[in-house]
């Protein structure tokens, strides 16, 4: 008899497919992409894999019940009828996190405390106590989701949110989240097959998650903790053993990683943070200014990076974006240079054609991820061409 069960990972905008062929990879069965999440069938231990080991999901939830659901006092009712003492004792600390797109629920806040009530008043009548709620450090974590009329409730057996890798204890003004980081480089196409390049690397999150990708390190090995170490089924013995079995798949990398930042600051923080994930030993950080920098190898180099966009750091944009196409144009050759930006109008001022336009998500802000081919010789010229206005 299968021990498999179904269970959801969520995502971010246009990470969907990365995230369904890390699972397949993974030895997940039964994906099926949706939108910001992935459905998918595992054991016990691939949770635990799936929690240790994912680059794009942002959390791994179990799904336990599923029903219609009309207004709150139907809420309240079938959150009640639920047995609830198969995932909670009146010692159990518990925290929920709702989720509504409905015409008959519109406030996330309030599904939560109505979640809340029904499910402390179903132990205070058959135990004549009830369990606590603890936002911050839940002994459990639930998730309800309300799609319509359709509810669902699950276990979430990540914690905090996935992109808390554990390494980043140092940020500059406007750091990227690291799961975005680790989607933007598979979008890109890095495998660790060449020399890379971050040329604006802030705190050097893109560095570390190219690092990671390159050696096949497990994505979260640094972090604390997740939810699932609390649950009363927690196999400390098995997951003691999907870590050994995840480190024993890393790889050897034999290019160069390196980062620029003119902020001494920052280069202090970045190489902070690649201390903290243990990886200086593949990767360099130097106090630059990218644009009077020229190619430190004479290889193909992928580059990837994340320039300011205006929103919380100010610049002169146009002067800015100019500067990074004139930049790649004239000592970038044998170069595939990705970035992304929010600001769409800035990307008019690189100067240069892009042959990949990607729309991402930056928080709240809708992104371009853009790819410019910088060709040695002829074709260079061929392909470069100023973009017309």
């Known amino acids: 008899m299968s021990n498999n069960f179904r269970m959801v990972a969520k995502t971010l905008y246009g990470f969907e497919e990365l995230l369904a062929k890390e699972l397949r990879d993974l030895g997940a069965i039964n994906v099926k992409s949706g939108v910001r999440n992935v459905s998918f069938e595992g054991d016990t231990g691939f949770m635990y894999k799936a929690n240790l080991c994912l680059r794009t999901a942002i959390k791994i939830i179990k799904p336990i019940h599923s029903f219609y659901v009309r207004d709150e006092n139907d809420l309240y009712?079938?959150?009640?009828?639920?047995?609830?003492?198969?995932?909670?004792?009146?010692?159990?600390?518990?925290?929920?996190?709702?989720?509504?797109?409905?015409?008959?629920?519109?406030?996330?806040?309030?599904?939560?405390?109505?979640?809340?009530?029904?499910?402390?008043?179903?132990?205070?009548?058959?135990?004549?106590?009830?369990?606590?709620?603890?936002?911050?450090?839940?002994?459990?974590?639930?998730?309800?989701?309300?799609?319509?009329?359709?509810?669902?409730?699950?276990?979430?057996?990540?914690?905090?949110?996935?992109?808390?890798?554990?390494?980043?204890?140092?940020?500059?003004?406007?750091?990227?989240?690291?799961?975005?980081?680790?989607?933007?480089?598979?979008?890109?196409?890095?495998?660790?097959?060449?020399?890379?390049?971050?040329?604006?690397?802030?705190?050097?999150?893109?560095?570390?998650?190219?690092?990671?990708?390159?050696?096949?390190?497990?994505?979260?090995?640094?972090?604390?903790?997740?939810a699932f170490e609390k649950w009363d089924d927690f196999d400390e013995e098995l997951y003691a053993r999907i870590i050994e079995s995840s480190l024993n798949k890393t790889r050897e990398f034999h290019f160069k990683i390196v980062g620029y930042d003119k902020a001494p600051s920052a280069v202090q923080k970045a190489k902070d943070n690649v201390e903290n994930a243990n990886l200086s030993e593949y990767i360099e950080i130097e106090q630059k200014n990218f644009f009077e920098s020229t190619k430190y190898t004479d290889k193909h180099l992928h580059m990837v990076f994340n320039p300011p966009y205006g929103e919380r750091l100010n610049i002169e944009m146009e002067e800015f974006y100019a500067a990074i196409g004139n930049t790649l144009k004239r000592n970038y050759s044998g170069t595939d240079a990705w970035f992304i930006t929010s600001n769409l109008e800035a990307l008019k001022f690189v100067g240069l054609r892009p042959s990949r336009k990607i729309k991402v998500f930056n928080s709240h802000l809708e992104s371009k991820f853009v790819k410019y081919v910088m060709y040695e010789g002829s074709k260079k010229a061929k392909y470069n061409e100023p973009a017309s206005a």
């Open 77 to 226: 009712k079938k959150i009640y009828a639920m047995d609830w003492s198969q995932y909670l004792s009146i010692d159990t600390t518990f925290a929920i996190d709702a989720t509504v797109n409905s015409e008959n629920f519109t406030h996330a806040l309030y599904v939560s405390q109505k979640t809340k009530d029904a499910i402390v008043d179903k132990f205070r009548d058959m135990e004549g106590q009830r369990p606590n709620v603890d936002i911050k450090f839940p002994d459990l974590r639930l998730n309800i989701h309300i799609q319509k009329d359709q509810c669902n409730v699950s276990l979430d057996s990540s914690g905090a949110s996935l992109h808390h890798r554990g390494y980043r204890t140092a940020t500059n003004i406007a750091p990227i989240n690291e799961v975005l980081a680790a989607g933007l480089l598979l979008l890109s196409g890095w495998n660790g097959q060449c020399d890379f390049l971050d040329p604006m690397c802030g705190s050097g999150t893109m560095l570390t998650e190219a690092a990671m990708i390159a050696c096949n390190i497990p994505a979260n090995i640094n972090r604390k903790g997740f």
